[in-house]
Each structure stands twice: as structure tokens, then as C-alpha cells.
């Protein structure tokens, strides 16, 4: 059984064709990163996989179980954007609790749960600010805890560190990858920083203008790209 499963999947915008019959399975547990030149459609297949975009053609299934008209909430997936998307009215605590609180969890859950994703994203000094009153790392903590308090089967990430300093991501990138040893849970990580694709993946799928160009560990893809495209953006000499 495939944690995800993308079949023959479709978007168009009226008669912009975004997507164009992309299909890929990813093992539980398996760290996949998408990457490939800006609007090659990474931003849309995620969001179509988290169910923020509606389905041309094609079928997404997750642990064998077509979601296609599953709600959002209730596709068991969590997402980190890229602008990490925080409430900037409420607390940090209130932040990360407040899908679980639309879910209709009990109080006492919920405080267990973000206690003890703070525990692990060294947010437990910063439960009380605002977002305003944290830097762009602490932000994008904040966003993983939100995401990680809802158990989710999977998590999207969408650039997260495309707005953090170089050394503050080379930073996040261990912290990222700790946390997915940590949970074992599948991600779903673009990016369209090289470096990024290959130190943290366990494959890498190589997008270019709606659809796959090749799927391999980074090693394989740098070794063997099938074409120049591939060779180009992984930046092998070959
Ligand atoms: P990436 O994340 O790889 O940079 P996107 O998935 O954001 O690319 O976008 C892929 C293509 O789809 C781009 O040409 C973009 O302009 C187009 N697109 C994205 N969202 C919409 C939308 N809501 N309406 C029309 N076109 C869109
Ligand atoms: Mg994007």
C-alpha cells in the first residue's frame, strides 16, 4: 500500500493546461521533493493533493483510499506555505490550536497536543506572542506546530524556507529533516532550491511545465539524469 498515489492527474484553468497526466506513488515514510523551475505547477499539484484545488482529470489516493471529494479537513494531510500563513491576531498557542478547535477536539487534548509539539519545536518560551513578535524561523516553527498537532498521515511543504536568510535555512533544513526521523511521516516538500532537493530527499521528482521529467534518489538523478533538462537543474557536470 502506497502512502500517496497520484494517478494520470489533470488541472487546467479554462485553456491554461497546468498539470498534464502526472502520476507518482510515495512509500510511507518516504521524504519526496518536488522541484523544477517556477510555475511548472509544484504549488498546484500540492494544493491539489490538500484538496485547496479542485481536480480536472485523475485520481489521488491516500493509504488506498480515493480523496478526491474528500473535504480538506478531513483528508488527514497538513500544508506549510511558504509565507507560513499564521493568524497575526492570535497568540502562537492559539495559532496552532485552532484547527483542532474547529475539529471540535476537547480543550485537554488540545493543550496536550500543542504542549507537546512545542516540547519538540522549542516553542514553549514563545506559546504567548504574537506573531509579530517572532522572526522568520520562530514563524515557520509556528507553522510546523500547526500542522504537526493535527497527527497528519501526510505534510505538504511549499518553500517553507524560501523566506528565511541562507544560514537560518541551512539550519531548518536539520531541523526539518529531524523532525520528519522524529514523526516517520510522509512528506511532500518543494522547493526549487537544488541543494535543498538533494541533501534532504529520499527521491526527487523533476518537474518541468505541468509534468514529470524523472523520479529518482538524488544520487540516481545526478548520476543518471535522462535527459539535459534534468542534468541542467540538478547542476550535474554531465
Ligand atoms: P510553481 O509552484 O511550480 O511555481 P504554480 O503551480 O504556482 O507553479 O503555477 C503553475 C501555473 O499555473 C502557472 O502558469 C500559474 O500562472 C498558473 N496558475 C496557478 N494558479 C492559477 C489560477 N488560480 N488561475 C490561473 N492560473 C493559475
Ligand atoms: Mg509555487
Known amino acids: 500500500m502506497s502512502s500517496v498515489k497520484i494517478l494520470e492527474l489533470y488541472k487546467d484553468y479554462g485553456a491554461l493546461e497546468v498539470i498534464h497526466g502526472v502520476s507518482f506513488d510515495i512509500e510511507h515514510g518516504e521524504f519526496v521533493i518536488l522541484v523544477g523551475p517556477s510555475g511548472c505547477g509544484k504549488s498546484t499539484l ?133 523532525l520528519h526521523h522524529r514523526l516517520g511521516s510522509t512528506i511532500i516538500y518543494v522547493t526549487h532550491d537544488q541543494v535543498e532537493a538533494m541533501t534532504m530527499a529520499d527521491r526527487i521528482v523533476v518537474m518541468q511545465g505541468g509534468h514529470i521529467e524523472q523520479i529518482g534518489a538524488p544520487l540516481e538523478l545526478y548520476d543518471n539524469p535522462d535527459n539535459m533538462f534534468v542534468a541542467g537543474f540538478l547542476g550535474s557536470p554531465s
Open 46 to 178: 500540492l494544493r491539489m493533493i490538500a484538496g485547496l484545488e479542485s481536480i480536472s482529470d485523475g485520481k489521488i489516493l491516500i493509504d488506498d483510499r480515493v480523496i478526491n471529494n474528500v473535504a480538506p479537513k478531513d483528508r488527514d494531510i497538513a500544508m506549510v506555505f511558504q509565507n507560513y500563513a499564521l493568524y497575526p491576531q492570535m497568540t502562537v498557542e492559539k495559532n496552532m490550536g485552532f484547527g483542532l478547535k474547529l475539529k471540535g477536539l476537547p480543550k485537554a487534548q488540545i493543550s496536550a497536543k500543542i504542549a507537546q509539539a512545542a516540547e519538540i519545536l522549542d516553542l514553549k518560551p514563545l506559546l504567548d506572542r504574537k506573531p509579530g513578535q517572532l522572526s522568520g524561523g520562530q514563524r515557520q516553527r509556528v507553522a510546523m506546530g500547526r500542522a504537526m498537532v493535527r497527527d497528519p498521515k501526510v505534510f505538504l511543504f511549499d518553500e517553507p524556507l524560501s523566506n528565511l536568510d541562507a544560514k537560518l535555512r541551512v539550519a531548518m533544513r536539520a531541523e526539518i529533516k529531524a
